[in-house]
């Protein structure tokens, strides 16, 4: 963070360091402040076009951009895996524009740039989590006023979520979310915490780094500040329960990391595996 | 005893149409007052302002809650006009479509007010939302269906459950009969009696039907071109009518 103007690693001639020019980069800055300030809350801002296309990460490329310096190290995660297509390609943009250091270590990198994972490795104080949020507002699908969603903020009148829980539970006998379960933030905002598995729900609770979220299409950003309560919704007699698949690690034997279904031949072989490709890495000794 | 709501003179305009000019009017705690007219008389127009969902050109709606504060209806903040519309009010529409989710199950329709008011527990939710369905004689088996499979009786008796459930003191009623039929109509007026009787709720009955604001109200209000024409006991309004507007809508009403 803090660039200067004149970085110091080598980045693409023609474009500015990180892609975004600096009016941009400090108006999303000045979002994100108050993002922090207020957690959950959502902030409207100018999102640009980016140089792909919306539902990939534009949202999460401009709050990196916005908070990334020359001497961070960038690690980007595509659910939970650095090796794919998508990661790939915004590893290697910021590599590009900005010439700063990536890694696929979580441990090594100051900023995470993250779509729809939490890295199983603990985060420290100092690292920044992004998230890539395609619909930052959790009560779209029962409300469809954006108005009406803004004054139920406000009020912090949530009760037409809880009724999406029970409806759950008439329905499938459990809270049926297994992913983007709603959560409530420093007990004000309710907040939708991006298609992450409910299995990492309970990370973003005191988690020690700053958690910053970008919807580009949306165009809103929102935070969670270090160490700040994250509670996931639930009845008291119905508790939230995170899901994880029944299985250890084909590779690494983890019983303890969230687990991806790969499917392996045509006759219905399959096997489970981390989906957090470092984590799993790591164990194996590579 | 001290009046639950308080409205002194009213005004509304829309346009050059006076929707309301100087009504004044008293609810006491436990009174069914029936507000009469023809369409266009602006007896919906009062209720909106007296539930504060429309702000007035003029005048004031005191309301005192449970615990003795008087609330300034018509300029109190959204967020506590919500809190007096989740706990001491209710609020009965004429389309049960408009007050119920069509998506929501019929339990999680009564349950919603609870949860509203910070109810976080899923059994006595649903022990609640069962103990009224059957108050409004909705088969408890029906609790998981949706709305949109019930009747139009069921329909309505279903949204008095909604409305109830979290025991207000004062429900606004906007003809709740209309646009059911005749036998329908009579089970759920029988309905509502009993249940404001045992409840001892405070009701605003606006309607049209004469004979439903003779069944359920203590006292008629009249009104005509946005005006209070006559008030009174009902008995005494309805029998002895003593404006000529009252006495025509009085012997407007066919005898069965």
């Given at each position: 963070?803090?660039?200067?103007?004149?970085?110091?690693?080598?980045?693409?001639?023609?474009?500015?360091f990180?892609?975004?020019?600096?009016?941009t980069?400090?108006?999303?800055?000045?979002?994100?402040l108050?993002a922090?300030?207020?957690?959950g809350?959502?902030?409207?801002?100018g999102?640009?076009?980016?140089?792909?296309?919306?539902?990939?990460?534009t949202?999460?490329i401009?709050v990196?951009a916005?908070?990334?310096?020359?001497?961070?190290?960038?690690?980007?995660?595509?659910?939970?895996?650095?090796d794919?297509?998508?990661a790939?390609?915004i590893?290697r943009f910021?590599?590009?524009?900005?010439?700063?250091?990536?890694?696929?270590?979580?441990?090594?990198?100051?900023?995470?740039?993250?779509r729809?994972?939490?890295?199983?490795?603990?985060?420290?104080?100092?690292?920044?989590?992004?998230?890539?949020?395609?619909?930052?507002?959790?009560l779209?699908?029962?409300?469809?006023?954006?108005s009406?969603?803004?004054?139920l903020?406000?009020?912090?009148?949530?009760g037409l979520?809880?009724?999406?829980?029970?409806?759950?539970?008439v329905?499938?006998?459990?809270?049926?979310?297994?992913?983007?379960?709603?959560v409530?933030v420093?007990?004000?905002?309710?907040?939708s915490?991006?298609?992450?598995?409910s299995?990492?729900?309970?990370?973003?609770?005191m988690?020690?780094?700053?958690?910053?979220?970008?919807?580009?299409?949306?165009?809103?950003?929102?935070?969670?500040?270090?160490?700040?309560e994250?509670?996931?919704?639930?009845?008291?007699?119905?508790?939230?329960r995170?899901?994880?698949?029944p299985?250890?690690c084909e590779?690494c034997?983890?019983t303890?990391?969230?687990?991806?279904?790969?499917i392996?031949?045509?006759?219905?072989?399959?096997?489970?595996?981390c989906?957090?490709?470092?984590?799993?890495?790591?164990?194996?000794?590579? | 005893?001290?009046?639950?709501?308080?409205?002194?003179?009213?005004?509304l305009?829309?346009?050059?149409?006076?929707?309301?000019?100087?009504v004044?009017?008293?609810?006491?705690?436990?009174?069914?007052?029936?507000i009469v007219?023809?369409?266009?008389s602006?007896?919906s127009?009062?209720?909106?302002v007296?539930?504060?969902?429309?702000?007035?050109?003029?005048g004031?709606?005191?309301?005192?809650?449970?615990?003795?504060?008087?609330?300034d209806?018509?300029r109190?903040?959204?967020?506590?006009?919500?809190?007096?519309?989740?706990?001491?009010?209710?609020?009965?529409?004429?389309?049960?479509r408009?007050?119920?989710?069509?998506?929501?199950?019929?339990?999680?329709?009564v349950g919603e007010?609870?949860?509203a008011?910070?109810?976080?527990?899923f059994?006595?939710?649903?022990e609640?939302?069962?103990?009224?369905?059957t108050?409004?004689e909705?088969?408890?088996?029906?609790m998981?269906?949706?709305?949109?499979?019930?009747?139009?009786?069921?329909q309505?008796?279903?949204?008095?459950?909604?409305?109830?459930?979290?025991?207000?003191?004062?429900v606004?009623?906007?003809?709740?009969?209309?646009g059911?039929?005749?036998?329908?109509q009579?089970k759920?007026?029988?309905?509502i009696?009993?249940?404001?009787?045992?409840?001892?709720?405070?009701?605003?009955?606006?309607t049209?039907?004469?004979?439903?604001?003779?069944?359920?109200?203590?006292?008629?209000?009249?009104?005509r071109?946005?005006?209070?024409?006559?008030e009174?006991l009902?008995?005494?309004?309805?029998?002895?009518?003593?404006?000529?507007?009252?006495?025509?809508l009085?012997?407007?009403?066919?005898?069965?």
């Amino acid at each position: 963070m803090n660039a200067p103007l004149n970085p110091v690693a080598e980045h693409l001639a023609g474009y500015n360091f990180a892609y975004l020019d600096e009016a941009t980069k400090r108006m999303i800055r000045r979002a994100l402040l108050k993002a922090v300030a207020i957690p959950g809350h959502q902030v409207p801002f100018g999102a640009r076009e980016m140089p792909l296309p919306y539902g990939w990460g534009t949202g999460g490329i401009q709050v990196t951009a916005a908070v990334l310096g020359p001497r961070d190290v960038l690690k980007v995660i595509d659910q939970g895996a650095d090796d794919t297509t998508n990661a790939v390609s915004i590893r290697r943009f910021f590599g590009r524009v900005a010439g700063v250091r990536t890694t696929d270590r979580t441990r090594e990198a100051t900023i995470i740039q993250t779509r729809h994972r939490i890295p199983e490795t603990a985060l420290r104080e100092g690292q920044v989590l992004v998230y890539q949020v395609p619909m930052p507002e959790p009560l779209f699908k029962l409300e469809p006023r954006v108005s009406e969603t803004t004054r139920l903020h406000a009020l912090g009148d949530y009760g037409l979520m809880q009724v999406k829980l029970y409806e759950d539970i008439v329905q499938h006998g459990e809270v049926a979310t297994a992913y983007n379960h709603p959560v409530m933030v420093n007990g004000r905002y309710l907040m939708s915490p991006s298609p992450i598995p409910s299995f990492d729900n309970p990370k973003m609770h005191m988690n020690p780094a700053l958690q910053l979220f970008g919807a580009g299409r949306e165009k809103r950003i929102y935070a969670v500040p270090p160490y700040t309560e994250v509670r996931s919704l639930d009845f008291e007699d119905h508790p939230f329960r995170p899901i994880r698949a029944p299985h250890a690690c084909e590779l690494c034997g983890s019983t303890e990391s969230y687990l991806d279904e790969v499917i392996t031949d045509d006759q219905g072989g399959r096997i489970f595996v981390c989906s957090d490709t470092d984590y799993c890495a790591e164990r194996r000794g590579e | 005893m001290n009046p639950l709501l308080e409205a002194r003179g009213l005004n509304l305009r829309f346009g050059a149409v006076h929707a309301l000019e100087d009504v004044s009017l008293d609810l006491y705690p436990g009174e069914v007052v029936g507000i009469v007219g023809e369409s266009g008389s602006g007896k919906s127009s009062l209720l909106k302002v007296l539930a504060g969902m429309q702000p007035a050109d003029a005048g004031s709606v005191a309301y005192t809650d449970a615990q003795g504060t008087a609330h300034d209806v018509l300029r109190i903040s959204d967020a506590a006009r919500r809190r007096l519309m989740r706990s001491e009010w209710g609020f009965v529409h004429q389309n049960a479509r408009d007050a119920l989710r069509m998506n929501v199950s019929a339990g999680g329709n009564v349950g919603e007010r609870l949860m509203a008011a910070g109810s976080r527990h899923f059994g006595k939710i649903r022990e609640e939302a069962a103990h009224w369905l059957t108050r409004v004689e909705i088969d408890t088996a029906r609790m998981d269906d949706l709305p949109r499979t019930f009747s139009g009786g069921m329909q309505q008796r279903l949204q008095i459950a909604r409305t109830l459930v979290t025991r207000p003191r004062l429900v606004f009623m906007d003809e709740p009969t209309g646009g059911l039929d005749v036998s329908v109509q009579a089970k759920l007026l029988d309905l509502i009696r009993s249940l404001v009787a045992d409840l001892g709720l405070a009701v605003l009955l606006v309607t049209h039907d004469i004979a439903a604001a003779r069944l359920l109200s203590h006292r008629i209000v009249v009104m005509r071109h946005g005006r209070i024409v006559e008030e009174g006991l009902t008995d005494r309004v309805l029998d002895d009518p003593q404006h000529p507007y009252t006495q025509l809508l009085v012997s407007s009403v066919l005898a069965a």
